[in-house]
């Protein structure tokens, strides 16, 4: 700030200049050298350039404009840069500036790595310990590529315990997961750290989506012996075709927003890691299509319920994902966690709750119209005879074959263990 203060007075006439930082829970925007001045999020000109991650200039009473400009680097929103200027600038002028704003994004992230300021001025308030093992865990808030664009969130954000988000572009292959341990406190942050740092590990060492689970649960079974355990949903999406695999240990789920339709792949329910020794991952196989809108969701998230005993997964997550297709993803993990708290009537909520939000506009191997992507899922056969794609049309789930059990129950049972 030292710097762009008089650097932007003297080529611009800027008379202020504030940098603001997002807070833990997206609710707020914190400056950073007086964080108790805070913008809040929601319906502000601040938000909507944070949220839409595009440039918003705002005209005052006089000729003097507000301009306030997004920080991020390749998706991973950071805050917002806020100017007063002498008058509105042109095209040219405010792609400048916006390429300013990524300057000050790349020199937040290397200052933040010699100095606690920008990690401390974004807190509204102080973290548990559990939960600064998480949020030191993370990939960032977002990522974007030329196919793909996805954002992450995660709730409660001062005091999470257990639940966990990451993904990792490496040449033409895109890794998202979902974690969570079934435990609570700093002893559960140990599990989702040893459990994500063992699928990185495998991950780097150029195994595929089924290794990466075997050697993440070896990792866990041999620190606790079957006593603690974790659930992870895995997805692997190849960018030059748009042909997805996917490995769901345990609770987290898919949802696919295809048009007005949601839909949700009926992956096995394979063994969480580290429950016993030497299980072995199947891949499954889903087709993506150029527009889809793809969920993965902890089960602090679509197993929720609400004071009638209602799960926002069944009651409210597919009609939240048609309301909020003009959302950018930034805005959809947010406007979820807004939901599921409403769902609950406001209640803090009992379990940790884990979101990544991605849109897909890289080349679709499924048809954009068709409503079952993914009629090739590969699993064992005794499964593939009766699993397929379920269908929401109106926030029910339909699909559950006689004699199948029902997803929320499932999870229940896992839980219940």
Not at 137 to 158: D, I, S
Not at 247 to 270: C, K, M, N, T, Y
Not at 358 to 385: I, K
């Amino acid at each position: 700030m030292a710097v762009l203060r008089p650097l932007l007075a003297d080529r611009l006439g800027a008379s202020q200049v504030r940098l603001l930082l997002a807070n833990y829970q997206l609710t707020a925007l914190r400056p950073i050298h007086d964080p108790d001045d805070r913008v809040v999020l929601r319906d502000t000109p601040a938000g909507e350039a944070f949220v839409s991650q595009q440039p918003v200039v705002e005209a005052g009473d006089t000729d003097a404009v507000r301009v306030y400009l997004p920080v991020s680097i390749r998706g991973d929103r950071i805050g917002v840069l806020q100017l007063v200027l002498p008058s509105a600038p042109q095209t040219d002028g405010l792609d400048q500036l916006g390429r300013l704003a990524t300057v000050v994004g790349y020199a937040l992230q290397a200052a933040a790595r010699q100095s606690d300021l920008v990690l401390s001025a974004a807190r509204s308030q102080r973290l548990t310990l559990a939960a600064e093992l998480q949020w030191q865990l993370l990939p960032g808030r977002g990522c974007r590529g030329p196919e793909y664009q996805l954002a992450g969130h995660l709730e409660p954000a001062y005091h999470v315990h257990a639940d966990n988000f990451d993904w990792s572009q490496d040449g033409d292959q895109l890794v998202a997961s979902v974690t969570d341990a079934a435990r609570h406190g700093h002893v559960a942050s140990l599990l989702t750290t040893l459990a994500v740092t063992a699928l990185r590990n495998a991950r780097r060492s150029g195994l595929d989506l089924a290794e990466q689970a075997s050697m993440a649960d070896q990792a866990v079974y041999a620190h606790h012996q079957g006593r603690q355990y974790v659930s992870t949903l895995l997805m692997r999406i190849d960018l030059t075709t748009g042909e997805a695999d996917v490995v769901r240990a345990g609770s987290p789920r898919l949802f696919i927003l295809r048009g007005a339709q949601v839909l949700v792949p009926r992956l096995e329910d394979q063994l969480p890691l580290g429950m016993f020794e030497g299980t072995e991952y199947v891949e499954e196989h889903v087709s993506v299509a150029t527009g889809d809108r793809l969920l993965l969701a902890s089960d602090g998230v679509h197993a929720a319920r609400s004071p009638a005993r209602e799960s926002f997964g069944e009651a409210r997550l597919p009609q939240l994902l048609r309301e909020s297709a003009n959302l950018p993803v930034g805005g959809v993990v947010r406007r979820v966690i807004d939901e599921l708290f409403a769902h609950r009537d406001l209640a803090e909520l009992d379990d940790d709750a884990a979101v990544i939000c991605l849109d897909w506009s890289g080349p679709g191997h499924a048809d954009p119209v068709d409503t079952v992507p993914g009629d090739d899922v590969t699993m064992s056969p005794a499964t593939a005879a009766r699993r397929r794609l379920s269908l929401i049309p109106g926030g029910l789930v339909h699909g559950v074959e006689a004699g199948e059990r029902d997803p929320a129950t499932t999870h229940d049972a896992h839980a219940d263990e």
